[in-house]
């Protein structure tokens, strides 16, 4: 690549375009919201109960005072500030407070074990952690184990000061009281650091992904395409999907970009909390895991209620079950947009968007492709590699190793001791796959998940995602068990509905002819408790951890 100043060997010095040099920077986007859609509401569903309205303009203020007072403690450009909160308003003004002024705004996932908090916050460098009521009384407990933490800022006012908080306790109403809404933002580089967020560690310790400025503004101008989140000034958007997973996948950029309504659960996000925000504030579009929407058509079918206004759900983090699309679709006419992404790749990578051909189809027939990961937007790009380095075909059945490259995806690791990308620029995503003729992505599996059965393999994720759709059964699992004669072989975890009763055999017939029969699981298991990880995904290594001495019939 020919650099600035340099010249091309034998060529032309580079010509630069003669365009304004304006950097990237996601203060940028608050301002615009201030100022052109100052008055669109921000609705959330407080720590202390009442639910709580404010606009982008007074959001905007707020955070300008919180740059203030960040200043005032001794906070500089490239510090890392740490956040432990649900999504609120105010962990909104925090954000734009700690990235406006340049410094790195740490999101620190609550669901973690409380030791593995501390190791990432001491890890990360955290000065000072933002958190709500909620978790004052873990994180006070336990702040010897983070040394780098001088201060905690409770996102509350001083009627509600822990009794016993030492001077290291701040309220944030006392913080920002009285401080000019007038801060200085932006004049630096995009390249500069915005926010850190560490994987969740179901894959080895966790990593922290360090996104600047401009991958975050990039990611926000690429999930607003029309084909991607495609948010609108009009919508009012529901985001279930916390800010501590991968940047609330951008909606905390995208909806100030845009002028949209944000509307914030809060900590609740059982089913009637969220219908209750859903038809009080009008929700146009929403975004959670898989989860969450199960938890809610489950309220809504034991309530006798019903979704009004909704038009699109986006659900990832993990793969989306076919009975929650068809849900949607006929009972409340909502579309459900299928997206895959990974906190390396800030989250969004693919999405599956229907294109013109599909759009013909009845939707009998899109669901399939529904069902899959779907495309890349511009500026991402994927492929699929052998474990030799090869690249593998577009036909939709050969699995691979599922690449990732573009300014939206992670380089190297917080502190990481070398790059994690291929020599041609591409990461490991951990996860294998195929990709369709069609261009359609799906996940397969988690590589250490993925069953190695006769020299091939067996998809966990596609078993489970069928078994699931059993009338009785609420969640599934699949994991493989050692097997002399084929070296793996499928187990089926089975946690049935409240009050449910089912057979092994029950469950064997649902899938046959739905699977290839040599991915027949070897026994169906009952459980009481398929444990879901710190980002509401099934926890393998936990069930392997539980299950994994189980004996197969068929040993
Ligand atoms: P962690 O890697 O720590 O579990 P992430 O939230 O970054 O945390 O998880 C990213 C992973 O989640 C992906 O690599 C993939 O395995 C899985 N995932 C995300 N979206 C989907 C999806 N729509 N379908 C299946 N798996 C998904």
Redesign the pocket.
């Known amino acids: 690549m020919v650099k600035l100043g340099e010249t091309e060997e034998g060529g032309e010095a580079l010509m630069l375009g003669l365009m304004q040099d304006f950097p990237l920077t996601v203060d940028k986007i608050l301002d615009h919201a201030a100022r052109w859609h100052g008055d669109r509401e921000i609705i959330s569903r407080s720590v202390e109960g009442p639910i709580v309205r404010t606009n982008w303009r007074t959001i905007h203020g707020r955070a300008k005072q919180v740059t203030h007072a960040l200043q005032t403690l001794g906070v500089r450009l490239g510090d890392r500030v740490g956040t432990l909160a649900w999504n609120t308003a105010n962990h909104i003004e925090v954000w734009y407070g700690i990235m406006g002024m340049g410094a790195v705004c740490h999101t620190l996932n609550p669901r973690l074990h409380p030791d593995q908090i501390l190791w990432i916050a001491d890890h990360a460098g955290d000065k000072i952690i933002f958190t709500d009521l909620t978790f004052a009384p873990m994180l006070l407990a336990n702040l010897h184990k983070a040394p780098s933490v001088e201060k905690v800022v409770i996102l509350s006012d001083e009627a509600h000061r822990p009794e016993g908080a030492g001077e290291n306790v701040i309220m944030y109403e006392t913080l920002i009281a009285g401080l000019p809404t007038d801060a200085v933002w932006g004049g630096f580089s995009e390249l500069t650091a915005c926010g850190l967020c560490?994987?969740?560690?179901?894959?080895g310790d966790?990593k922290g992904?360090l996104y600047s400025h401009r991958s975050n503004f990039l990611h926000t101008l690429i999930t607003l395409q029309t084909d991607v989140i495609g948010l609108s000034q009009r919508d009012s958007v529901l985001v279930v999907v916390p800010m501590f997973?991968?940047n609330a996948w951008g909606l905390a950029f995208s909806a100030p970009a845009v002028g949209a309504k944000l509307v914030l659960p809060g900590p609740r996000m059982d089913g009637a909390a969220i219908h209750e925000l859903m038809t009080c504030e009008k929700v146009t579009l929403s975004a959670a895991?898989?989860t969450v929407w199960q938890m809610l058509l489950q309220h809504l079918d034991a309530a006798g209620e019903t979704i009004t206004g909704l038009k699109r759900v986006v659900?990832?983090?993990?793969?989306?079950p076919e009975a929650i699309v068809r849900s949607f679709k006929a009972r409340f006419g909502v579309d459900v947009v299928?997206?895959?992404?990974?906190?390396?790749?800030s989250?969004l990578?693919?999405i599956a968007a229907m294109t013109a051909d599909l759009e013909e189809l009845p939707f009998d027939d899109q669901i399939p492709y529904r069902l899959k990961?779907?495309r890349p937007p511009v500026g991402v790009d994927i492929r699929l590699l052998d474990d030799e380095g090869k690249t593998l075909p577009h036909d939709g059945a050969t699995f691979g190793r599922?690449m990732v490259k573009g300014p939206i995806v992670v380089k190297s690791y917080f502190k990481g001791k070398a790059d994690v990308i291929d020599q041609e620029g591409y990461f490991d995503?951990?996860?294998v796959a195929t990709i369709d003729q069609a261009g359609f992505m799906q996940?397969t599996?988690?590589a250490k998940d993925v069953i190695k059965s006769g020299g091939e393999w067996i998809s966990s994720?596609e078993i489970e995602n069928i078994a699931a759709g059993h009338p009785k059964a609420e969640l599934a699992a699949v994991i493989g068990l050692p097997h002399p004669k084929w070296d793996e072989r499928p187990l089926l975890l089975v946690k049935l509905k409240a009050g449910q009763t089912a057979t092994k055999q029950d469950l064997l017939s649902f899938l046959e002819g739905k699977i290839a029969k040599w991915w027949t699981p070897d026994d169906v298991l009952f459980v009481d408790d398929i444990p879901l990880?710190?980002?509401g995904?099934i926890d393998k290594k936990l069930l392997r951890a539980r299950h994994g001495d189980h004996k197969l019939p068929t040993l």
């Open positions: 560490y994987t969740s560690g179901t894959t966790p992904v997973h991968a895991v898989p659900i990832g983090g993990s793969a989306v299928h997206a895959w992404g990974m906190t390396e790749t989250p990578g693919t990961q779907g599922l995503t951990g996860d996940i599996d988690r994720i990880g710190a980002t995904k």
